[in-house]
């Protein structure tokens, strides 16, 4: 099983990034996938989440600015993060968990058990 993130990197407030995720070893059709975080000194917190049919959840601060999606034939998950700030600097996880077409709603899936976790990617935010 693996997850791997990449598109991590450098850049100015207000600019754009889009995290890309990789999974192979399960079958990726039958889980929701999760986008977590972690700054420096902080606990990780869940930023996003798509379930296997497409239904979306966000934490408050992300929302307006970043997208999550996923495409099931390429086992690819996305997270695309506009108007970023500096707050936003982390290491971002990408995180599959077992879970129906409802998983994604509420806030259940910030605390959920994830079953598979990726090595993260640095997104660092900085004039």
């Known amino acids: 099983v693996q997850l791997v993130e990449t598109g991590g990197g450098l850049v100015q407030p207000g600019e754009s990034l889009r995290l890309s995720c990789t999974a192979s070893?399960?079958?990726?059709?039958?889980?929701?996938l999760g986008w977590f975080r972690q700054a420096p000194g902080k606990e990780r917190e869940g930023v996003s989440c798509?379930?296997?049919?497409?239904?979306?959840g966000y934490v408050d601060s992300v929302k307006g600015r970043f997208t999550v999606s996923r495409d099931n034939a390429k086992k690819f998950v996305y997270l695309q993060m506009n108007s970023l700030r500096e707050e936003d600097t982390a290491i971002y996880y990408c995180?599959?968990?077992?879970?129906?077409?409802?998983?994604?709603?509420?806030?259940?899936?910030?605390?959920?058990?994830?079953?598979?976790w990726g090595q993260g990617t640095q997104v660092t935010v900085s004039s």
């Open positions: 995180a599959a968990a077992w879970g129906g077409s409802d998983f994604c709603s509420g806030s259940n899936w910030m605390t959920a058990s994830y079953q598979y």
């Open positions: 070893g399960f079958m990726f059709v039958n889980y929701a």
């Open positions: 798509v379930a296997w049919t497409g239904g979306t």
